[in-house]
């Protein structure tokens, strides 16, 4: 089985609908970002078992961030050089990630982002045990650009 792809830049983003799978991802970003100081969202995210059985796989090391403007990507994930995070999570269990992305244009040569209201849509990519994927994502999280 095929992983589920990411978005790419330009791709129109939308709410995420409850699948009604075993997992749920909720995120934690500030609501401000000062461009002068940083260039960089640093937050976290979440995955928390909602399942009545255990959940086992291999997760991301660091979830998947993107910025929407007027739900548009603007700004694609920072790349990695990655390596799977063991998951285990009983009933109600919940593992946190890390989760950042670069606030550069990602249909120009890195430009900075201009200040303005954006959407953070964060991703974490999974495979439970028996090797299927899973993409879980978190609700968009709106955040204001400043200098």
Known sequence: MDAPALPRCGDRLHPPADDGGPLVLSADFPATVRLAQRDVVVGSVTVTNRDGDRFSGVAASAADVFVARAGEVVATPMDRDDSGVAVDL??????????????????????????????????????????RPLLVRAAPHAFEAIW
């Open 90 to 131: 009983r009933p109600g269990g919940t593992q946190p990630f890390p989760a950042m992305v670069r606030l550069t244009e990602c249909a120009s040569t890195g430009r900075l982002l201009q200040p303005g209201t954006y959407e953070l849509h964060a991703m974490l990519s999974l495979t439970d045990e028996f090797d």
